[in-house]
Nanobody
Framework: QVQLVESGGGLVRPGGSLKLSCVASGFAFSQYYMHWFRQFPGQERTLVATINPTGGSTIYADSAEGRFTISRDNAKNTVYLQGTRLTPADTAIYYC?????????WGQGTQVTVSS
């Protein structure tokens, strides 16, 4: 059974930084691409970043380029998303996702709120 558990969300001041973690289980983590999505209130989830199985290749949404970094530790079955220079526009629920089986598998999400 695939499980994805995100953590690390919370309240951060504008201009601050945050590092999210997602621990995966139930599948061969090191063989899969991993994604981070975010969902703004009333909107659908949008892709933030993708990382390949070895961690050697990453892709970012335009809104995330230069401020977010996706990384992974295959020994710990964990994928990370570091955000810097955060603004209120980054306030969202952040989800990790894995393309396992039919479609994408999702975690429960972690809320990030950027506010003074």
């Amino acid at each position: 059974q695939v499980q994805l558990v995100e953590s690390g969300g919370g309240l951060v001041r504008p201009g601050g930084s945050l590092k999210l973690s997602c621990v995966a289980s139930g599948f061969a983590f090191s063989q899969y691409y991993m994604h981070w999505f975010r969902q703004f209130p009333g909107q659908e989830r949008t892709l933030v970043a993708t990382i390949n199985p070895t961690g050697g290749s990453t892709i970012y949404a335009d809104s995330a380029e230069g401020r977010f970094t996706i990384s992974r530790d295959n020994a710990k079955n964990t994928v990370y998303l570091q955000g810097t220079r955060l603004t209120p526009a980054d306030t969202a629920i952040y989800y990790c996702s894995a393309p396992v089986g039919r479609g994408l598998q999702w975690g429960q999400g972690t809320q990030v709120t950027v506010s003074s």
